[in-house]
């Protein structure tokens, strides 16, 4: 395995989490409009409505336009979530509940950075490794990022609202290796993300080396999946490689 020039992680799942669960700060924000909500529906109809919503991703749409379409699409997730449950109609006003709502994901308040993220950034930034972002996100990661301290360990961030497409399309894969100069040695680059079938999969098929992190510890029936189950685990292949490369 070749060592990396650099190295993709992905965001939410990867690098940091929602504390406890989207139900549970979605009814945080809903009692500040005096609307009681079930944490456990609403986090099932949540990613219920999550898997069936097309990707996040605007192609062709002017870069001036995406903060609203960003909003627009969340939002109709929410409403969505919402009229599952059949909380929708306990709103006065969703509007103002949904602005507040998509303001507060932007903040720190709702995420967690998970044990290990700092761990392996740092063992990373001592070896001299380039890192980058590489996340089906919308433009608040970079307000999310700042705020939970993990920006400056970042060279790039690529997000499929910007680029157009999402993971596992290999458009966003060949943007971030683009913006390292790389595009034509994908093999110079490593990703690492909780998703089998948009990290682990789209990266692979972009000719990087993928990295699946199994946070949820998914079975699996192929020993041939590089995978880990928290990130630091792979900070120890760097060095691997750098040792095989010289014997």
Not at 163 to 192: V, Y
Request: hydrophobic share 40%; proline share 4%; aromatic share 14%.
């Amino acid at each position: 395995m070749r060592s990396p020039q650099v190295i993709f992680v992905d965001a939410v799942g990867t690098l940091f989490g929602v504390k406890g669960s989207v139900g549970e700060q979605y009814a945080k924000i809903a009692a500040d409009f005096n609307v009681s909500l079930d944490p456990q529906l609403i986090n099932r109809a949540f990613y219920q409505a999550f898997q069936t919503a097309p990707k996040i991703a605007f192609p062709d749409l002017p870069q001036s336009d995406i903060p609203i379409a960003e909003y627009q699409w969340w939002r109709s997730l929410a409403e969505q979530t919402f009229s599952q449950t059949g909380d929708l109609t306990k709103f006065l006003d969703f509007e103002a509940f949904f602005k507040s709502l998509y303001a507060y994901f932007a903040t720190s308040e709702p995420w967690f950075i998970y044990e290990d993220t700092c761990l392996a950034l740092d063992i990373w930034k001592q070896q001299g490794i380039t890192l980058g972002v590489l996340s089906n996100f919308d433009s608040r990661i970079y307000s999310v990022m700042k705020a939970l301290r993990l920006e400056d360990y970042f060279t790039s961030i690529t997000i499929s609202t910007e680029i157009g497409a999402a993971k596992p399309d290999s458009l966003i894969f060949e943007a971030s290796l683009t913006k390292h100069q790389i595009e034509r040695s994908p093999d110079l680059a490593w990703h690492i993300g909780d998703s089998f079938g948009e990290d682990y999969t789209g990266a692979s098929a972009a000719g990087i080396t993928a990295f699946w992190l199994n946070r949820d510890r998914q079975p699996t029936t192929n020993p041939a999946k590089q995978a880990a189950r928290t990130i630091d685990k792979l900070t120890s292949l760097i060095t691997d490689s750098a040792l095989r490369s010289l014997s």
